[in-house]
């Protein structure tokens, strides 16, 4: 019996916090922090699904602890629910000192991506097998 294959279902982004991603405190804009958050769910979810996927929603994004200028973020999303055609993406933002290498959770959320056909329609996700 032929076996389903593994479905990555973790996506993981490095980014730099440049001065133009920082507000006149020096910490990164929430806008950024989302958007680098929302394109790691997209990533996670599409290459889980193997279809096209959009944002359904996003909730409880908690900002914890600032971000700084210059401080490296790895952004890990994860599939942690599959409905029929939704993905439910955990994303957490965790920032890196380069020069001491402290790392600190500093803003998690959940995001809801939806898997589309050849026409835009909602259609199947893959069930999520436990491993």
């Known amino acids: 019996m032929p076996s389903e294959p593994v479905r990555p279902t973790e996506a993981r982004l490095q980014e ?6 920082a507000n006149h405190l020096g910490t990164l804009f929430g806008g950024q922090a989302l958007a680098w958050m929302d394109k790691a769910a997209f990533i996670a979810a599409s290459r889980y699904a193997r279809r ?21 973020v790895e952004v890990v999303a994860r599939i942690v629910e599959v409905g029929r055609s939704s993905m439910q993406v955990e994303v957490e933002l965790v920032a890196e000192d380069l020069l001491g290498g402290e790392r600190e959770l500093c803003t998690r959320g959940r ?21």
Request: aromatic share 6%; proline share 10%; net charge negative.
């Open 16 to 21: 730099i916090v440049f001065p133009d991603h």
């Open 111 to 131: 995001f809801t991506m939806i898997a589309l056909d050849a026409r835009g329609r909602p259609t199947d996700a893959p069930p999520l097998h436990a491993d």
């Open 52 to 72: 096209t996927v959009v944002t359904a929603r996003s909730e409880q994004v908690d900002f914890r602890l600032p971000i700084r200028q210059g401080q490296l």
